[in-house]
């Protein structure tokens, strides 16, 4: 059984930063690889971030390069997403998933994906 929770959205403005967390329960989180996922009115989940299990490599998508980072705690089971630079086109509700496989790079689409948390809503005004 894997529990994903993610926290640390909210209303912010243009230009604001967050801090998003995931934590997860279970055992092999640092076996797998980590990814933020996101979901906007009317439109498809897309892929955000993603981290491989130990770190060592990272992806983003074109939108988020360069304004978000993505790491992760193994220690404490937890991953993390740093928001900067916010954009009103940021708004979605955002995800945690755990690689469907363990030992794989990060992959970008969603079917790579087998546990998925509720989501944390960002919200991004102008």
């Known amino acids: 059984q894997v529990d994903l929770v993610e926290s640390g959205g909210g209303l912010v403005q243009a230009g604001d930063s967050l801090r998003l967390s995931c934590a997860a329960s279970?055992?092999?989180?640092?076996?797998?690889?980590m990814a933020w996922f996101r979901q906007a009115p009317g439109k498809q989940r897309e892929f955000v971030a993603g981290i491989t299990r130990k770190g060592g490599s990272k992806s983003y998508s074109d939108s988020v390069n360069g304004r978000f980072t993505v790491s992760r705690d193994n220690a404490k089971n937890t991953l993390y997403l740093e928001l900067t630079s916010l954009k009103p086109e940021d708004t979605a509700l955002y995800y945690c998933?755990?690689?469907?496989?363990?030992?794989?790079?990060?992959?970008?689409?969603?079917?790579?994906?087998?546990?998925w948390g509720q989501g944390t809503q960002v919200t991004v005004s102008a």
């Open positions: 998933a755990r690689a469907r496989n363990p030992l794989t790079p990060v992959r970008l689409t969603s079917d790579a994906y087998i546990h």
């Open positions: 279970g055992s092999s989180f640092s076996s797998h690889a």
